[in-house]
């Protein structure tokens, strides 16, 4: 671990990440980085270059990827873990983790969610405010879990699913990868075909190819 903390993207979600950050009160000093040329500072934070500049600030500082599409999070994380970058969780001190929980590096857990024993949560995730993750669960890298968004236990979530805020899951279910379940969905059985699921109970909607929406 670094004494600096640098994180990529400065609007909506790289501004709740550094809100965590400075709430952890592990690093003297935070900025950020951002592509568009604009922000000069965020939230007070100052941003020093564009996200290509990570690279150059690898011996430096730990490296946070606030960016919220999983699959540009996905990208831009593997390139810092290939470059060797330090690549650390944040977990909001609000947030309650049980025993013998798993987190991977590059993953946010926001204020007030609770993750449940025994469950393992993949690199790059982010656990939305006020979601809940109960026992067993394993939720693979670069997943997004919206704020609200509840799983019961022994959920598993594929590589770069998405689920919409106040999203259900119900128990001992398997969600495959690069799904997108809708907000207030309720998924009742397996979805082992990826695409865009909405509704009470959830349906398929879509193969998704055409919508860029949280990818
Ligand atoms: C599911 C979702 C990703 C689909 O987005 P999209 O690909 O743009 O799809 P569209 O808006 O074209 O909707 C496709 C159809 O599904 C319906 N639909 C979309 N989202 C729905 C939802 N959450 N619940 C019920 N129906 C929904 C639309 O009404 C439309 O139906 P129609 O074809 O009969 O008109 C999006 O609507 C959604 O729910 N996003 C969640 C946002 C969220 O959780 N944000 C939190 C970020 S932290």
């Keep these: 671990m670094k004494n600096k903390l640098l994180i990529i993207g400065a609007s909506g979600h790289g501004k709740v990440v550094a809100d965590i950050a400075l709430k952890m009160n592990k690093w003297a000093s935070i900025a950020f980085l951002d592509d568009d040329t604009s922000f000069k500072s965020s939230m007070g934070i100052e941003v020093i270059g564009k996200s290509a500049e990570a690279f150059t600030h690898i011996n430096g500082y730990d490296i946070f990827v606030g960016i919220g599409n999983n699959s540009t999070r996905e990208k831009i994380q593997k390139k810092l873990e290939a470059e060797g970058a330090s690549i650390p969780s944040l977990i909001h001190p609000s947030a ?3 025993e013998q929980v798993e987190l991977a590096s590059g993953t946010v857990v926001m204020a007030g969610v609770v993750v449940n024993c025994c469950t393992t ?8 405010t006020g979601a809940t993750i109960d026992h067993d669960n394993t939720i693979e890298d670069f997943v997004h879990i919206s704020p609200g968004a509840h799983l019961a236990g022994t959920v ?16 001992n279910l398997n969600i495959i990868k690069a799904c997108r379940i809708g907000a207030g969905a309720v998924v009742i059985k397996d979805i082992t ?11 398929r909607v879509s193969n998704g190819k055409d919508s860029n929406i949280g990818k």
């Design 96 to 98: 309650v983790i049980g």
């Design 121 to 128: 949560i993949g690199k790059g995730c982010i656990i939305n």
């Design 193 to 203: 075909e990826s695409g865009i699921y909405v509704g009470v109970p959830a349906r």
């Design 156 to 171: 598993k979530v594929g590589h770069g699913s998405w689920l919409g805020i106040g999203s259900i899951v119900s128990n």
